[in-house]
C-alpha cells in the first residue's frame, strides 16, 4: 500500500505511521516529497493493516496495491476456465452457449413451447425462473418446487439442461438437485450467506453483476464462491444502473474484455435486462460477442405480451431464431468458432 | 396507468392496446392528441397490465400512476407509527433516538467499553456487529453467535437495548432471542427471503436503504416485512453510492424530509457509513436533525485506530460526546423537543 | 401530457387544475381512478403549461406525453440523413467513417506522422485538437491556431479531412475556416451559446454526448444546432460516467441502436473514450461496429508513451492498422458493406 | 506520484519506467512487494509524467499523490477567504448570506415584486436570470440585456445587490457592468473559456457544482478563475443527479463540510435547484446551515404556478419568510452568529 500523508503533517505524525505498520509486521518505506510525505511498504499488506493507518492523524489517504481478489485471478491462475452446464463446456475458447428461455415458469405449457422454441433455433441450454426476486411483495414471486419440476420436465423433453435462480441459502440443495447450474441474481451478488451455500456444494453458478456494482465487486463475490471450494463459476454481465430513461440499464460492454483480462473465468452477456427493450436485444447481443463474450443469456417467450414478467424485454421464438442466425457470422468476423454450443 | 402509443401508431394497433386492457377487467379511455393517441385507465391498475401491454405493438411507453406500496404509504396510514427497541420509542414525534456503539462486536473488553461509553454520553440504544457483511470473503466476518452474547453481557452492564445485524435467514431466530431491534443491511435491502423472516416474527428492523437504491425501492422493501404482519419497521438513510470519490457515500439529506412525507414510519440516519469520512460524521448528523430525522445511527469506537472495521469513519468516546452536547440545539431550532431518548 | 393528482386532492384542487389548463388553450379530460385521478390532456403541450401546472395545489406529478426534440426525431423526419465531411458521407448506410488521429496537436512532426498512419491504415479522416479542454488549469490547453495549420497542412500531405473541437463561440469562424467538420467535445454538450454558433454556419459538427447525459439530453443538444439552420449533425457515444473504476467511462452500447430508432442523424462511436485504455479499444470498436455504428472515432498516436495527453486510451499506428483489418469482417457479418469510406 | 508494476513485468519493464520517469527529472524508488513492485518518487510530478509512464509496458496503474488544484487548497492559503457581493461579505465566519429570487427575470412586475418580497424578509441580495440556459431550445431563454435593466432597477429600488447568470464569454462584460455578482451555472461549471473570461475580470463569481461533477472537479474549476487573478469565488453546491426519481437532484450536504475542509473559499447551498421541490426547500436548507454553509440561494416568486421557469421548486414569498424566522435558530445551535447578512 502507499500512505499518503497531509501536507501540514508532522515528524511525530510520520513516525506514528511508520510505527504502526510496522506492527503489523510489515515494511514502511517513507517517500518525502516536495509537497508531502508518502509512505510505501515492502511484501504483503493486509486490508486490516491499511484500515488500521487510515485513521490516524496526518494521514491524507491510503492507497491498496494488491488486487483484493486472489482465485479469481488471471495472475494467480492463468489460463482460462471451463465450466460445464450438463453437457455443454463454457468458456476456455469452447463455442458460444446460448442459454435462452422465459424470465419466469409461469405455467408448464408456455414453458415448453419456449424450451421447443429454443432446441428448434439451437440454443445451448434453458433458462427460467422458479423462485423470482420482485421489486414489490405485490407482483408474481414464481411457481417455486412446482417450477422446478416444469423445468426438470422440459430438459426431458428437448434434452437442454437447465439454469435456474436461486434465492436463499435453504432452497440450494433444493434447486441443486434440479438444475444443471445455478443462477445467483443482480440483487444477491452481495448476498453472503447464499454465496457461502453455493460454494459448499459442487454446481455451477452463474453470478449475476449486482446492479451498480463494480467489476471488482463482482470479482469479490466470485471470489466468496471460489474460496469455498466450488471452482465452477461463471460471470455475467447484465447491465448496470445509469441515468439513461430510455433503457432499463446500461449494458457495460466494456466489462467483458476487462473481465476477459482480469480474470480465468466464463464472461458471458445479458442483453435482455442489460437493455430492458426487446428491439435492442439483437443489436447488443452481436456487440457483446464481437467483444469477446463467451455466451448469451436471452429472455425468449413464445408471446411476450402475455408474460407475467419482463414481457417488454423478451424475444419472440422468431426472433431469437434470427439471433441465433447472425450470432455465428460476428462469430466468426472475430476469428471465433462459428458454432454454438450444443448440448 | 398511461399508455403512449408512438406517433405513426396505427388504429389497429390502438384498438389492440383497448382490448388487452379490458382483458385485464380495467376501463381504458384513449386519449388522442396533435401528435400521438395516449391511452388513460379508470381504476386499479396491477403491475401485470402494465408489463403486458408495454410489449404491444405501437406502445411507447406505458407511465404508472397509482403509488406501488401501501402499507408503508403515509396516504394508507395517515399518523405516525411509533417503533420501540425496547424501552425507547422511535418516531412520532417522540425525542431523537441516538444509536451508537462500535461497527463489529470485535471483543468483549472492546465492546464493553464503546457501551459504557454510549451509555455515559447520553445515547439511547448500543449497535453492534456479530454478523458482518464485508465485500471481501478475506475481511474479519464477525464473531458470531459468541458476539451476540457479548451484547447481551453489554446491554446487562448498561440497560442500552441491543440493535444488530442478521445476515441469513436462518440466523434470524438466534438473533431475535438476544437483539431488541434487527437490522437489515444495505447489501441486503432487497434480499426478499431475508426480509420475509423478518416479517414472519415480531422484533423491530432498521432497515437500511441499499446503496444504490431509490427512496420508492426502500419503501417496497419495507413493504415486504410490512405485508408478512411485522409493522415495526424503521428506515435508515445511509448514504448512496455517486461519483464523489473524497467521501465514501454521499448522505442523501433529501430523503429524509421526502420518506416523512411519503410514510407513517420512523427515519433515522447513519452518517458514519453517509460519509465514510469521522470529520464529517458532527455536522451532517446535525444536518440530519436539522431536516427531520428521528434518530441517528453512529459508529463510535474507543480506538478508531485499531477497529477491524471501518475505524475511518468512527467516533472516538470524547467525539461522540460533543456530537450529544451540540444534537439538542438543533433539535430544539427546528421545534422538536431537545431531549434524546433514554431507555 | 397526464396530470397525477394526489390521493387526497380536493374537488377544489381537481377544478383548478382542469381550468389552469384551459388557460393554456388545451383540452383537459379528467380520469377518476380507484386511488386518485389523473388528468390527462388532448392537443400540443407546451413545457410552460406543465411545469405551470407542476406547482399547483394537489398534483403528484406532470408525466409528459410528447417527445421534447422534434427536428432530430425519426418520427419528423424518418429518413436517414447523410453527413459529409470533406468527400467522405456519414450515415444512412454509406460505408463506415473511421476518424482517427491523436488527442491532441502537440506538434508539427507528431501530427503528420499520425496523419500518415492513419491514411496508409485506411482511414477516413484525421482528428486532433488545437484547442483542448482539460480540468486542470495546469495541464497541456493545446496549440491553438498554430495547430490549426498543422492540421491543414496534414490535409494536405494526406488527402485526410479534418475533424477538430470548438471551445467558445468566438473560435467558431476561425476553426470552421480550417476543419471540415466541428467537434462540440463532452464537457460542452449544453454550452448553448456554443450550439447556437455552431449552428448559424454550415460546417457539419461531431456532437459529443456529455459525460453524465442521457440520451435525450443529447437530441435536445442536437436540436439546438438544428433549428438554427445546421442541419449536418453527427452524433457522437463517447462514454459515460458510472461507479466503474477499472476504465475511464463506460461506453454505452445500448446507444447505438437506441439513437438509431430514435433519430435520423449519423451515430458514430468513440471507443478510445469510452474505454480509457487502450487494451479496450478494439473490442469496444467492433461490439460498436457489430451494434449498428455509422463510424468510429479513434485516437491514435505513433508513440503513446510520449504524448501530451490521453496517451494510455491511444492505440499506436500498428495496432490501429490491426482494428482497421477487423472492422470489415464485423460490418459484413451483420450485413453491411465491407469497405472503409476513403476521402 | 506511485507506479504499480503489474503482476508479471519484467525487470526490463521496471528498469524502463524507471528511466522514463529520470526523464522529466523525477527521482523514482522501485518497492518491491510480496505480490509486485511499485514505484514511488520523490518531488513534485506533473500531470504530464504520469500520463506518459501510465502508457508503458509492465504499468497497471498510475496514482497520484499531490492534489491538483492549489490556490483554491487550504493548505495553500490556510486562512477563510471572503467575498464581497456589493455590500454583503460572505464567507470566513461573516453573517449568513442568503441570496434570493426568481429563477428568471420574467417581467419588470413579478421582478419587482419578488426583491420587495425578498428585502421585507430580510434577504441579503437578489437572485434572477436574465440569461437562462435550458436542455431544450424551444423552452424560455430569458429575456437577455432587457431582463439586466429589470435587475438593475430592482436594486435600485430595494438596495439588494445583484446576482445573476453569464452563460457565454461575449457577456461577460455586459453582465458585469450590471451584476454585483456572475453565476456560473452547472452546466458551465468546465466552460472553459467562460471561466478564462471570468477570472479576466475583479466582479466576483458564484460558482455553481456542475450535476454530475466531484467535488475535486468543482475546485479545479474554481482554479481555473483564481489562476487567471480573480480571487473572489463562492462555491455553490445545487445537488447532483442520482437514480432517485422523487427529487430533481440530491443535495450532498457531505460536500459542505468537505469543502470547508479543503478550501478557504465560502461554500453556499442551493437547495431549490438541491431539491426541485418546493416543499423540501426548506428542510434541506436548515439542514446545509446545520453543516456549516456560509450562505444560500433560493428560488423565491410571488405566484411560483405562474413561473416560466422551475415553478414548482420555488418558495412563495410567505413561505420564505418562515425559512428566514427559522434560519437564524440553526445557525445559533451550531454556534454561529444568527444575524442574516444585509446589505
Known sequence: MLVVMKRDATKEEIDAVVQRIKEFGITPVPLPGAERTAIGTFGTTSRDAAEAVESLPGVAEVVPVSRPFKLASREVIPSDTTVRIGSVSVGAGHPLA????????????????????????????????????????????????????????ARDATGLPIVTEVLAPSDVDAVARVADCLQVGARN???????????????????????????????????????????????????????????????????????????HLPVIADPSHGTGKWYLVTPVALAAVAAGADGLLIEVHPTPDHALSDGFQSLTIDNFRALMAAVPHVARAIGRTERVAAS
Open 189 to 263: 451478488m452481495q448476498n453472503y450467506s447464499l454465496l457461502d451455500a453455493i460454494g459448499d456444494q459442487p454446481k455451477p453458478v452463474l453470478l449475476k453483476r449486482g446492479m451498480s456494482a463494480t467489476v471488482e465487486e463482482l470479482l469479490l463475490s466470485a471470489e466468496y464462491v471460489l474460496a469455498r471450494g466450488n471452482r465452477n463459476v461463471i460471470l455475467c454481465e447484465r447491465g448496470i444502473r445509469t441515468f439513461e430513461r430510455y433503457t432499463r440499464n446500461t449494458f457495460d460492454v466494456n466489462a467483458i474484455p476487462m473481465l476477459k483480462r482480469l480474470t
Open 98 to 153: 446460448v442459454i435462452a428461455g422465459p424470465c419466469a415458469v409461469e405455467s408448464r405449457e408456455v414453458t415448453l413451447e419456449a424450451a421447443r422454441g429454443v432446441r428448434s433455433a439451437g440454443g445451448s441450454a434453458l433458462r427460467g425462473g422458479a423462485y423470482k426476486p420482485r421489486t414489490s411483495p405485490y407482483s408474481f414471486r414464481g411457481m417455486g418446487e412446482e417450477g422446478l419440476e416444469v423445468l426438470a420436465e
